[in-house]
């Protein structure tokens, strides 16, 4: 038995040549998890997310036999060395990490809603109170110093009265 008939080619692969391929793509995908950082699969930021899915997307055609699987390979690669090489360009130039990752929006200030803050969110006032009622146990924006839109998506709640606490994610 050659190696073809082990690992296959093409798209016609029996469950031995899947199981074999996705042995090795796991153990490629987690090196390069690892190259990658923690923090591109951690934080969850929409240029970490959008890495994420690639990644999948490029490496699951390597174990079905859609694309040949060196080249599916090095494709994934040039993802993670694209992702590093924005992350040190982020870490070196405030403006491009803004371009990147975007800013926070402040929602609520000393206990007022920002209306077009919300709107250029795109956050309900339902989506708002649920954070506050997290962090507070309390709906009303009056019962919160601040609420902000963090660049992840997550909304931090800092409650009235905690002016130096960071409170609580919501």
């Known amino acids: 038995m050659d190696a073809i008939d082990w690992w296959g080619s093409g798209e016609d692969l029996d469950a031995l040549q899947m199981s074999l391929r996705a042995l090795a793509v796991f153990g490629l995908a987690l090196a ?5 950082g923690r923090r591109s699969f951690g934080q969850g930021s929409a240029f970490d997310t959008c890495v994420a899915v690639l990644i999948g997307a490029v490496l699951s055609r390597a174990i ?3 694309s040949a699987f060196w080249p599916t390979i090095a494709a994934g690669t040039m993802l993670v060395v694209l992702h590093r090489l ?3 360009a982020s870490l070196r ?3 491009f990490e803004t371009l990147i990752k975007g800013r926070p929006i ?3 200030r000393d206990g007022r809603i920002d209306e077009a803050c919300l709107r250029r969110a795109l956050i309900t006032r339902a989506d708002l109170e649920e954070a506050i009622r997290k962090a507070t146990g309390d709906t009303r924006p009056e019962a919160v110093a601040s609420a902000v839109l963090e660049r992840n998506g ?3 709640v800092v409650p009235r009265g905690r002016g130096g606490d960071r409170g609580r994610r919501g």
Do not use: H, P
């Open 32 to 36: 390069l998890v690892r190259i990658s």
């Open 64 to 66: 079905v036999g859609a």
């Open 86 to 88: 924005i992350g040190v």
């Open 93 to 95: 130039s405030t403006w």
């Open 106 to 108: 402040w929602l609520v």
């Open 154 to 156: 997550e909304i931090t």
